[in-house]
């Protein structure tokens, strides 16, 4: 199993990345190579948010066709610039094979492998924090909730749960969250997240109450996929 986040492909209107540095000039390119020589069929590649900058499902598309030539079961989770990931119906529908697994609010069981998923959002203890973000900090919390339900039903002895959030699941400073409790309550086994880029600095992986909390940003991770399990 492997996980990477923050593609932000952009094949209808590109979008020159390396105005955030030069380290993005063809970093799709960089990731498809490291996922070619690492991808079995039989593989768990979860992706963690960020994955297209279209506004449109329809010009998403061209983004997860991008994607539907590389190897195994790819599951993903919403980020906050993906605008055009607007109904998970629709979403589920725009898959070009049975590849594609897009998780929301919910739960999957992928061998002994069980996925919960959400956005997540800025934590309490950030910087520039207001009265909208812990609308949607506790929106998000209670979607973790319901997604923990369900997996409570498909969990089994011995299987592993797996966390996908794209937000941080902390603050800079490292504070608990509802989502860092939720996980340690539910006995998550490992969490995977993105959305930071440059500062402030988070590490890309750490433990804390028997959580593992994996950092899959591609460029923090110079472009590869970051091996799970």
Avoid at 126 to 147: C, G, H, N, V, W
Avoid at 209 to 216: C, F, P, Q, S
Wanted: aromatic fraction near 12%; glycine fraction near 8%.
């Amino acid at each position: 199993m492997y996980a990477i986040s923050d593609l932000h492909l952009s094949t209808v209107s590109p979008k020159p990345m390396d105005i955030f540095g030069g380290n993005w000039e063809g970093h799709f390119e960089k990731i498809k190579a490291d996922w070619q020589e690492k991808v079995k069929d039989d593989d768990v590649v979860l992706i963690a948010g960020d994955i297209s900058w279209a506004m449109k499902l329809d010009d998403a598309r061209a983004d997860l066709n991008a994607l539907s030539a590389l190897k195994g079961k790819k599951v993903f989770i919403r980020g906050n610039h993906d605008f055009w990931w607007n109904g998970i119906s629709k979403v589920r529908a725009a898959a070009p094979n049975d590849s594609f697994v897009f998780l929301q609010t919910g739960a999957i069981k992928i061998g002994e492998f069980v996925f919960v998923g959400s956005r997540g959002w800025t934590c309490p203890g950030s910087a520039d924090y207001t009265e909208q973000d812990q609308k949607l900090y506790l929106r998000e919390a209670e979607r973790f909730s319901l997604a923990f339900q369900e997996a409570e039903k498909l969990k089994t002895d011995g299987d592993k749960l797996v966390a996908l959030i794209h937000y941080p699941p902390f603050n800079a400073k490292g504070e608990d969250s509802l989502f860092t409790k939720l996980f340690e309550e539910k006995g998550v086994d490992k969490a995977v997240f993105g959305h930071i880029h440059g500062l402030p600095y988070f590490p890309l992986k750490t433990v804390r109450g028997g959580v593992e909390y994996i950092l899959t940003s591609c460029d923090k991770v110079a472009f590869k996929l970051v091996k799970i399990y």
